[in-house]
T-cell receptor, first 108, second 112 residues
Framework: EDQVTQSPEALRLQEGESSSLNCSYT??????LFWYRQDPGKGPEFLFTLYSAGEEKEKERLKATLTKKESFLHITAPKPEDSATYLC?????????FGKGTRLHILP | DVKVTQSSRYLVKRTGEKVFLECVQD?????MFWYRQDPGLGLRLIYF???????EKGDIPEGYSVSREKKERFSLILESASTNQTSMYLCASSDRNTGELFFGEGSRLTVL
């Protein structure tokens, strides 16, 4: 069964404390893996697309990486404004499957 | 700036009422989607459309219908709202050749 699992469900960090969020997947025919950021009460905002193992993308304090079975979203020296829910989604042959997200809270 | 616009941010309806949620995108995208998002359940696909007048059922289509008469507009219809349809509804669009979804701000529906 195609599945996307994100861990941890929630993460609290001090400002400046780097960490990583995990997205593990089992799908047949991976066409792409996507990361989104969602602020409370708003729609998800697209961050990155990764297509093949070994690929990396960066944006400000965020870096996404991809292996054959999982993706990591690395957050370097986070700031309070990085607090949000981060969603991972995988595009299989004929569908897009979302994980349930990681709620990230950065304490000042 | 590209945009997906949902007609209502907040709605309160009574059980049995007909509800229309409208979504417009200005990116000339072929694909449009309706999701609902509930705590602990994540995003669940209700319906999607790959072209004008085309529609496909997602994972939870029961109790919903959709309409796509123009490329830029995708409407979600609740024929007879029920309390278990209280949720955040999210519209999204994507280009035919990529899987990147662009979401609207969401419509929070409460059914009393």
């Amino acid at each position: 069964e195609d599945q996307v699992t994100q861990s941890p469900e929630a993460l609290r960090l001090q400002e400046g404390e780097s960490s990583s969020l995990n997205c593990s997947y089992t799908v047949s025919g991976l066409r792409g893996l996507f990361w989104y950021r969602q602020d409370p009460g708003k729609g998800p905002e697209f961050l990155f697309t990764l297509y093949s193992a070994g690929e990396e993308k960066e944006k400000e304090r965020l870096k996404a990486t991809l292996t054959k079975k999982e993706s990591f979203l690395h957050i370097t020296a986070p700031k309070p404004e990085d607090s949000a829910t981060y969603l991972c989604a995988v595009q299989a042959y004929d569908k897009i499957i979302f994980g349930k997200g990681t709620r990230l809270h950065i304490l000042p | 700036d590209v945009k997906v616009t949902q007609s209502s941010r907040y709605l309160v309806k009574r059980t049995g009422e007909k509800v229309f949620l409208e979504c417009v995108q200005d990116m000339d995208h072929e694909n449009m989607f309706w999701y609902r998002q509930d705590p602990g359940l994540g995003l669940r696909l209700i319906y999607f459309s790959y072209d004008v007048k085309m529609k496909e059922k997602g994972d939870i289509p029961e109790g919903y219908s959709v309409s796509r008469e123009k490329k830029e507009r995708f409407s979600l219809i609740l024929e007879s709202a029920s309390t278990n349809q209280t949720s955040m509804y999210l519209c999204a669009s994507s280009d035919r050749n990529t899987g990147e979804l662009f979401f609207g701000e969401g419509s929070r529906l409460t059914v009393l």
